[in-house]
């Protein structure tokens, strides 16, 4: 029963956590930091109707 309280409790602090940690690994030249600067751009401008990565598109229909 404490196992189940557990695995509760940390489920619902994840699904209040608003943060997200990721992670970019590469080889060097390979992009990264182009990446992860489109990423940003694309993340900030996604409530302005100019969103150009199909993945975040359904975003801005959620707000």
């Known amino acids: 029963m404490k196992r189940l309280q557990n695995e509760l409790t940390a489920l619902i602090n994840r699904g209040v956590d608003r943060h997200l940690r990721l992670a970019v690994t590469g080889l060097s030249r390979s992009g ?7 990423l ?24």
């Not at 990264?32 to 489109?38: G, M, Q, V």
């Not at 940003?40 to 707000?63: D, E, I, K, P």
């Open 32 to 38: 990264k930091t182009a990446f992860i600067t489109s």
């Open 40 to 63: 940003v751009n694309q993340l900030t401008n996604v409530h302005s109707g100019r969103v150009y990565l199909y993945f975040l598109r359904h975003a801005t229909n959620s707000y």
